[in-house]
Structure formats: C-alpha cells, structure tokens
C-alpha cells in the first residue's frame, strides 16, 4: 500500500541562490537518486513558491523515515548533498537547530 508524506522547507531569501537551487535539483546526482529509490520512495515531487519549497514523497511498506535517516547518515556522497544544499536551504521558524525538512500534517481530503 503507498503512503504519501507532505514536507515543507524554506531556501534563503536570494534570487541566485535559488535558481543554483533550482539547477542541482535540475541534475540531481546519480547516487542520490539511487539512495532515494533504495529507502522505498517511489515518487517524489518538490514545488516552490516564492522561497517555500514543498515536497510530496509516496513510499511503499518498506519505508520508514528512521531507516532513511540512518542510510543516509551512513552514505557520505547523501551527507556531501545535504551539506551542499544547507547552503540554500534554511529552516522553517519554529523548528530545532539543523531540522530541514519538516513533516507537514493533512488538514483535509476530499
């Protein structure tokens, strides 16, 4: 059965570092996309507005956000990414130090 996750994240406010945002996610390493795929993601979509950035990831059984966080802690082509976009991400108001990505909760459905 998929499940569909909803995050949210802020870039820094600058029109260049956005479009150089823009451009890695354009060309996203061979590496990361297999990581992403090997976690149990089987689709994942980020849009942007303004400098929100909102992703939607639908996963299958076998995902779990733990065991993402420990491969990815574990693979240091995934920690060199994360390092890169930290650059030109900051995080939302509200959130603990070094929390990027955060878990958005669903407030309707049709």
């Known amino acids: ?10 870039l820094k406010e ?5 479009a150089e945002y823009e451009d890695y996610h354009r060309k996203v390493w061979p590496e990361i ?3 992403i795929r090997d976690s149990g993601i089987e689709a994942l979509e980020i849009y942007r507005t303004g400098n929100r950035l909102f992703m939607i990831m639908e996963v299958g059984d076998n995902f779990s956000f733990e065991k993402k966080s ?7 082509k995934v920690q060199q990414w994360e390092s890169l976009m ?9 959130t603990k130090a070094g929390e990027k990505w955060v878990l958005m909760d669903r407030i309707f459905h049709l």
């Open 1 to 10: 059965m998929t499940k569909r996750y909803c995050l949210a994240l802020d």
């Open 14 to 18: 600058d029109e260049q570092l956005i």
């Open 33 to 35: 996309l297999k990581s």
């Open 70 to 76: 420990a491969s990815d802690a574990a693979n240091e």
């Open 86 to 94: 930290w650059q030109y991400q900051k995080a939302l108001p509200g």
